[in-house]
């Protein structure tokens, strides 16, 4: 048997918005098998995944916590795809964002003012972007891979972070623990709904996400970023910049991840670790393809892989099944994502024969 | 044994994964596929290769359990980018979120046992031979290995058919098709073969660099790895002294700590990444020079036309 694409003359509407679907169904089925190798009953084992976390309202708001970091991350990194710009060291750029908006909670802990907390997601966007910046630089004007340069610099930041919080940040009354101050009161980024725990980096996300989805839809800059990631030839001609495009795709990700870092510590950890992030940049990644690299998609997708971090956790408690599952669902859930696409711009047949005199006709 | 002897053993037991893992990438590479998920079957590689050690009790069947792991693993790879021609970069990058997920997963039952440290082996006469014999001719296996599969792969590149037909579809897999080179099986194969290498690269980790399992016990190797393959300019000789370069950086910091020099760990621990930047930017700032060394196909989708 064979497999044989025959590619289509126009992009299937049906199946770009089939697909994630699919993707999502075959991890499901999936992860059902592998389930049932573990010993464990596929059905309970999956409604303790996946329906389970959703039936109150302290876990969703969970759900919402951890949805906010991947969503913004993603969003940013959709513009950075989409223009061909493969900037994979989000996760560093997470890092660097919470270390910088931390600096006032951390080294100016006296100052108790309203301006602390906008200061500080300020601050957290530039520490992003600055660090997205290097590697921006380097393929700009030295032709270095993105690729690698910014994911080395994932374990030079998570170094960094180390060495902070051991180091000068350390809490001075804190015994010795490897962690920051907690950050006062002015500084902590507050609930946004009264039920629970959902903070204002879940708004932040959804804006971000409108907006973007916005500047891609309907501005010249939305435009500029499709030409020049599907032919930087022909967006020489139209007059667009590759090297500036890698300059605004790699700052705004930069950025955006930069605001999820500086969220998640003040919004949900309330002081800096040793580790504050359970990959949420490579994670991002996925959700940015599940998205479909469309910002609205990528709300339901920072949901759904949410999701799989709270499935983990609760099927650790309830099953006993290694956390690890997260990152194998995670995993399978991108390569899925990443075949189903095939369907959007190929017909596939499969083809039982070898050899046939149909074959020798000139005529196919 | 000298201090300076231990240092050098050192490092050449820290370049070893290192010149395996770029060597199969950069025979996949010069095939035309550029697979980002180096460190995923590396990784890979590792856990079946401590897990086949620990229920054999052979670090040899170890090493065969990481070979295969690492190329049917590389198989998934292949068949998205290959058959469905999914986008290289993210496919790859899957491969390396799946791999790291699946052996925490995998290896978890192995975690904290004192794992089987492949043993040595001495040449006759040669091992006998001052500073040299016992650097170079009490190694084990996969050292050999090492040198032999980079003797090897440049003979098959530069000197076999085969290699000849491999770069053609590397540079030009419109061309090597219409020559009727089977561009998509001789890719398959390539692939398979950067698995095989990662898996063994792999296998070294566990079973010689440090004799047990920890999650991502890879620790960024396969990514330093891709980074070699550039670094090399897609020759496979250079590897060897890439390799070795990088096994220095990153063995340092454990000697720097042992001297005691008052330098903050983590920042010794970021050499090894810092260096690899700094390598890419001096390899990769001509563009003309880059332009010539890399496969001209190289991460581009090929479909045959039937």
């Known amino acids: 048997m064979r497999i044989e694409l025959e590619k289509r003359a126009k992009i299937s509407t049906l199946f770009s918005i089939l697909s994630p679907f699919i993707a999502f169904l075959l991890m499901i089925i999936f992860g059902g098998i592998m389930f049932a190798l573990l010993g464990k009953n596929p059905v309970t084992a999956l409604y303790s995944f996946f329906v389970e976390p959703l039936s109150e309202v302290w876990s969703l708001h969970e759900l919402a916590i951890k949805a906010a970091p991947l969503i913004l991350i993603a969003v940013g990194l959709s513009v950075c795809f989409r223009s061909n710009n493969w900037n994979i060291g989000a996760e560093g750029q997470f890092i660097m964002g919470a270390i910088a908006g931390s600096i006032l909670p951390v080294v100016f802990y006296d100052w108790q003012s309203p301006l602390v907390l906008p200061l500080m997601m300020l601050m957290g966007m530039l520490g992003g972007a600055l660090f997205a910046a290097i590697p921006a630089f380097l393929k700009a004007h030295m032709n270095t891979n993105e690729i690698l340069t910014s994911l080395m610099l994932v374990y030079v930041a998570q170094l960094f972070l180390d060495w902070l919080v051991r180091g000068p940040w350390r809490n001075p009354g804190g015994m010795n623990f490897p962690e920051t101050r907690t950050f006062a009161a002015d500084a902590i980024l507050p609930e946004m709904i009264a039920s629970g725990r959902t903070h204002w980096g879940f708004a932040f996300a959804i804006i971000a996400a409108i907006l973007v989805w916005f500047m891609m839809r309907y501005t010249l800059k939305g435009f500029e970023i499709s030409v020049l990631g599907q032919s930087e030839r022909a967006g020489r001609f139209a007059g667009f910049s590759s090297r500036r495009m890698i300059w605004f795709s790699m700052l705004l990700s930069g950025a955006l991840a930069g605001l999820a870092g500086i969220s998640e510590v003040s919004g949900a950890i309330q002081q800096l670790r040793p580790v504050i992030s359970p990959g949420y940049g490579f994670t991002a990644i996925i959700v940015a393809f599940l998205g479909r690299l469309n910002p609205l998609g990528i709300i339901a997708a920072g949901l759904v892989l949410a999701l799989t971090y709270l499935g983990g956790e609760a099927a650790q408690l309830s099953l006993g099944v290694s956390d690890k599952v997260t990152r194998v669902f995670q995993g399978l859930l991108l390569f899925f994502v990443l075949s189903c696409d095939t369907l959007i711009h190929y017909r596939i047949r499969l083809v039982w024969y070898r050899f046939t005199a149909s074959d020798l006709d000139g005529s196919r | ?306």
């Open chain 2, 1 to 306: 044994m000298g201090i300076v002897e231990a240092i050098l053993l050192s490092v050449i037991t820290a370049a070893t994964p290192l010149v395996i893992a770029a060597l199969g990438e950069l025979v996949t590479e010069r095939s035309g596929v550029l697979n980002l998920g180096v460190e995923g079957m590396m990784v890979m590689g590792a856990v079946s290769a401590f897990a086949a050690t620990q229920i054999t009790g052979s670090p040899y069947l170890g090493i065969l359990a990481g070979i295969a792991c690492g190329a049917v693993f590389s198989q998934l790879f292949a068949f998205l980018t290959l058959t469905l021609v999914a986008n290289q970069v993210a496919t790859g990058l899957a491969l390396t979120l799946l791999g790291l997920g699946a052996s925490g997963m995998l290896g978890e039952s192995f975690l904290g046992i004192q794992g089987i440290k492949l043993q040595p082996i001495a040449i006759p006469v040669l091992a006998d031979i001052p500073v040299i014999g016992p650097l170079l001719f009490r190694q084990d296996i996969i050292f050999y290995l090492s040198i032999a599969l980079v003797a090897g792969v440049h003979w098959f590149l530069f000197k076999s058919r085969a290699g000849l037909k491999l770069r053609a579809v590397g540079d030009s897999h419109a061309s090597a098709h219409a020559l009727g080179v089977n561009v998509i099986r001789t890719r398959y194969l390539a692939v398979m073969f950067g698995g095989a290498c990662a898996g063994l690269a792999g296998a070294q980790l566990s079973l010689v660099y440090t004799p047990q399992w920890v999650e991502n016990m890879s620790a960024g190797r396969g990514w330093i790895a891709l980074a070699l393959v550039v670094f090399s300019s897609w020759r496979p000789w250079r590897l060897i002294a890439g390799g070795y370069l990088f096994g220095a950086v990153s063995i340092s910091q454990l000697h720097a700590q042992a001297f005691g020099l008052g330098i903050p760990s983590q920042l010794l621990s970021s050499l090894p990444y810092l260096a690899t930047i700094i390598v890419l930017i001096l390899i990769s700032h001509n563009r003309r020079t880059t332009l010539i060394n890399t496969p001209a196909s190289l991460g581009k989708p090929f479909v045959p036309d039937r």
